[in-house]
């Protein structure tokens, strides 16, 4: 056995490490009582008895019999302790460890988070934050990451094709480019206001290009709200786009739209030519100048991607899909929708100090 009087200082709370286990083997096989090992090991008895116990497999041996009336072989059964099964017992024991699988006590729950990312098209987060926010009525609650987990365990229904892409980018550092073409005011003397999205009625547009450039989507998204418009065009053209941002313009009461910041495409050259409202223009390459547009875009080209003939689709179909993305819970709008968001700013300024409420 190892020394007893050592000055080595053994730390509270610590499981038995292979090399105790193949001592206390040793030590067992040369007779050592259970108290004289816990002693060695500076270990509570109780731990090694309870190792032994573990780590004991039943062993039989034949015994040789001389006497003529027995003829056949005895065997004699006893419990011997080894090292590596108990080792092997302990990895089993931790892997046990922790509580059930939660969504598991609640199946209606998982059917309705699998069902949500499945058929409408939902990402954890969003599903979780809007139970929440509604105050659901499961007898259990998840959080975001336990999906994900569930999912990787193939626990769920749901495989990675099922969720949306996941990507992170590099963020580039800012660099303005001067403008090489102006139809306008530069985003430069856009009142700082706009950038704060503290006040509602603040816009940023831009065009969806369908195959060979032919046919063509206009996006318009508020700030603020993230609430999104899409506008179906004839053609890219700056006539077109104006005529389509008029109507646009016309179908808002006074007052909810004061700006709009656009791109510098030659669609957008005539809009300089709308009254009552301050249009600007990004400056050239900088996409993140109109960073709530470019998100919105990205989710449109799930229903429309790139490389798609976007003539046969009607107003009325891509009202649809813009019906999708307006109420889908968004985390940077405390998981409420981008509508809902939207109605509410609608009502403020149509009745501001508690008015009239326009759904009355």
């Known amino acids: 056995m190892n020394q007893v009087n050592n000055n080595t200082v053994k730390e509270k709370g610590k499981h038995l490490s292979l090399c105790e286990r193949i001592e206390i083997e040793k030590s067992l096989a040369r007779g050592f009582s259970i108290r004289a090992i816990a002693k060695a090991l500076e270990r509570p008895p109780s731990t090694i008895s309870r190792e032994v116990q573990r780590g004991s497999v039943v062993q039989r041996r034949k015994i040789n019999s001389y006497s003529k009336k027995i003829t056949v ?11 590596d099964t108990g080792q092997r017992v302990a ?9 059930k699988y939660k969504l598991f006590k609640d199946p209606e729950l998982l059917r309705y988070i699998e069902d949500k990312i499945l058929k409408h098209k939902m990402s954890p987060d969003a599903i979780i934050g809007q139970l929440k926010l509604e105050k659901h ?4 609650m998840v959080n975001t990451k336990t999906i994900y987990n569930y999912k990787d365990k193939g ?3 749901v495989k990675n094709i099922d969720l949306l892409l996941k990507c992170r980018r590099t963020p580039k550092k800012e660099c303005l480019r001067a403008h090489k073409r102006l139809f306008g005011n530069s ?3 856009r009142p700082e206001a706009v950038a704060l999205r503290q006040e509602f009625g603040h816009y940023e547009g831009d065009t ?10 206009l996006t318009i998204v508020e700030r603020k709200t993230r609430k999104g418009f899409m506008l179906w065009i004839k053609d890219k053209t700056a006539k077109a786009v104006l005529q389509a941002v008029n109507k646009f313009k016309n179908t808002l009461p006074k007052g909810a739209i004061k700006t709009i910041t656009l791109d510098n495409g030659s669609e957008f050259a005539r809009l300089s030519e709308l009254k009552g409202i301050g249009v600007h223009y990004a400056h050239p390459y900088s996409a993140y100048e109109r960073g709530g547009n470019e ?6 080209r799930r229903f429309l991607p790139k490389g798609k003939d976007l003539s046969h689709f009607s107003q009325q ?7 999708w993305i307006d109420s889908y819970p968004r985390k940077i709008l405390g998981y409420q929708t981008a509508e809902a968001a939207f109605e509410k700013e609608l009502q403020n300024t149509l009745f501001p100090r508690g008015g009239i409420n326009v759904s009355a």
């Open 73 to 83: 072989p005895l065997e004699v059964s006893e419990l011997k302790y080894f090292a």
């Open 91 to 99: 990895k089993e024991n931790i892997g046990k460890r922790g509580g």
């Open 137 to 140: 009525n499961y007898k259990t």
């Open 155 to 157: 626990l769920m229904r």
């Open 187 to 189: 985003i430069e003397q």
């Open 208 to 217: 969806i290009i369908g195959k060979d450039g032919k046919s063509a989507v």
């Open 295 to 300: 998100n919105y875009n990205g989710i449109i």
């Open 317 to 323: 179909d891509l009202n649809r899909i813009n019906n």
